[in-house]
């Protein structure tokens, strides 16, 4: 089992691009979550997905948009990034707020 | 809104214990929880406890709550190389699905 993966890795941007980053997890969770990194901040909840089929905002949900494609697959995408976006972001999936795995991240550089 | 609250680095020898201190604001919170991310990788889940415990020990993890005082600690006993992380503290909200994280406190281990 892979758990949470991510892509992709590392990916830079120029201000106004767009772009989506992919989650998949094989651990047969209901819940999947997106968080963004930032120095000395934490992370900070983007979108959550309690099941398949359902989304809802977190705390920083502006300028971002998210699919739960079906219960393994939760995309995250950017449409007209910018340089406040910079970021590490990481997927997680969990059947309750007290086992969440996260993925390995994804660094973005908006330029 | 809530709020956690951690300092930023802490610097221990091999051997020694290690304590990561931890302040919350949200007197509703239901579960506290603390993970440990390694350089490159995301975060994983250490260790939890439920808010009307006031200690969890779990190996050579012990848990610290003090509810009246909204703080909380972790001990690491016999510290390792291995524990050179960023050890993030987190509170889980009593309504919705939100998790708050501290900014993080980055433990050196020197030999």
């Known amino acids: 089992n892979a758990g949470v993966t991510q892509t992709p890795k590392f990916q830079v941007l120029k201000t106004g691009q767009s772009m989506t980053l992919q989650c998949a997890q094989d651990m047969n969770h209901n819940s999947m979550y997106w968080y963004r990194q930032d120095p000395g901040m934490g992370l900070r909840l983007i979108y959550y997905s309690a099941s398949e089929g359902t989304t809802d905002k977190g705390e920083v949900p502006n300028g971002y948009n998210v699919s739960r494609l079906n219960k393994r697959e939760f995309s995250l995408r950017l449409e007209s990034a910018a340089p406040s976006q910079t970021s590490v972001y990481f997927c997680a999936g969990g059947q309750s707020y007290n086992e969440q795995f996260f993925g390995p991240g994804t660094r973005l550089t908006v330029l | 809104g809530e709020d956690v609250e951690q300092s930023l680095f802490l610097s221990v020898r091999e051997g020694d214990s290690s304590v990561i201190n931890c302040t919350y604001t949200?007197?509703?919170?239901?579960?506290l929880y603390w993970y440990k991310q390694e350089p490159g990788a995301g975060l994983q889940l250490l260790t939890y406890?439920?808010?009307?415990?006031d200690m969890k020990q779990d190996q050579r993890l012990t848990v610290l709550l003090n509810k009246k005082d909204k703080h909380l600690s972790l001990r690491i006993a016999d510290t390792q190389t291995g524990d050179s992380a960023i050890y993030f503290c987190?509170?889980?909200?009593?309504?919705?699905?939100?998790?708050?994280f501290g900014g993080g406190t980055r433990v050196l281990v020197k030999p």
């Open positions: 406890i439920f808010s009307n415990m």
């Open positions: 987190a509170e889980r909200e009593a309504a919705g699905n939100k998790l708050t």
């Open positions: 949200d007197s509703s919170s239901t579960y």
